[in-house]
C-alpha cells in the first residue's frame, strides 16, 4: 500500500529516442467509481490487481494497493469487467533523472498518448521533455477508468 | 480461481455441541453489483481480498477468486469500503463428512444466524443437522453484500 504521487501530459512530440522499453498492456475495471477503482491488468503475461481510493483535491496523490495475481485469474477477472477494455502499449522513457511513463492508447482511444511521472514528493523539481505537451493532471476525462466509459475517438462525436 | 458451490440454511436450534472452531470475522465491499463484488475480509489477524462473479440461475455456484493480502492493507482497503461492515463471529462444526460455517451476526444484522456448506457437485448428498432450519440459498437479501446495505434489524422497519 502507498500513496501515488503523479504527474500528466498529453504528448504532442516525438519521444521514440528517449524510449529505452515498451511492452503491451490490457486493462479492465471491475468496478469504477469516482472514490474508487479494481483493475485488472495484463502486462507482458503477468497479471495485477490493483485498487486505488479517491485523489486529493489537486489530482495528485492517490492512495493504492497492487499485488500481482497469477495470468489465468488476471484472464477470468477481465471478464468481469465494464466493457471497453484498455489497449495501449507503454513505453519507458529516461528524462533527467525521472522514468516516464508514455501510454499510446489502441482501440476506442486510438490517437490519444499521455505521459506520467511519479514523484516522491508534489513539489519535486523534474526536467520537462520537449515531447510533452498540456498538463491534464486531476482532469477525470483522462483517468483510465473513464476512458474505458467515454473512449478517446468518441470524444468529438 | 474456482467455483464455489454451496448451500445456505437459517438456524434454529442450538448448534454449539457440534461446534469445534470459532473465530471473529469483519468485512466490507469495495464494491457489490449483482454480477460481481469485491469484498475486504480481516479473520483472526489476517487479511483477504476476494472477488465473487455472478450465480448462476439456482444461486448455488458461483465463481471466486481469493488471496490474502497484508493486515494493514486489508485495514486500509476497509476505510474505501461502502458503509455498513459485516461483523459477525464464524462457528465451524462438523456433521457427517462435511464441515459447516455458521455464522453470528452482530451490529445491525444482530439476531440472524445462517449455516453455509460448500459441496463438490449440486447434487451431492448431505446430513441435514437439526438445527438447521428453512433453506436460503440464493435469497439475494441473505447475501452478506445486501446485508451491508439492508441489515437484518431493518427488515420489519
Known amino acids: 500500500m502507498h500513496t501515488e504521487i503523479e504527474r500528466k501530459f498529453l504528448v504532442t512530440g516525438d519521444f521514440s ?5 515498451s511492452k503491451r498492456i490490457v486493462q479492465g475495471y471491475i468496478c469504477s467509481q469516482p472514490g474508487k477503482t479494481v483493475r485488472v491488468r495484463i502486462q507482458d503475461q503477468n497479471g495485477f490487481l490493483t485498487i486505488k481510493g479517491p485523489s486529493d483535491e489537486k489530482g495528485m496523490s492517490r492512495y493504492e494497493f497492487e499485488q500481482t495475481i497469477p495470468l489465468d ?3 477470468q477477472l477481465l471478464r468481469l469487467c465494464e466493457p471497453g477494455a484498455i489497449d495501449k502499449v507503454r513505453h519507458l522513457a529516461k528524462v533527467g533523472n525521472h ?8 482501440g476506442a482511444n486510438e ?6 511521472i511519479e514523484l516522491e514528493a508534489e513539489d519535486e523539481p523534474f526536467v520537462m521533455p520537449a515531447w510533452a505537451g498540456k498538463e491534464v493532471t486531476g482532469d477525470r476525462r483522462y483517468y483510465n477508468s473513464m476512458l474505458t466509459q467515454h473512449p478517446f475517438t468518441e470524444w468529438n462525436q
Chains 1, 2 share one sequence.
Open 99 to 106: 522514468v516516464w511513463e508514455i501510454d499510446v492508447f489502441h
Open 17 to 21: 529516442a528517449d524510449v529505452y522499453a
Open 73 to 75: 485469474d488476471a484472464e
Open 111 to 116: 490517437g490519444l498518448i499521455m505521459a506520467e
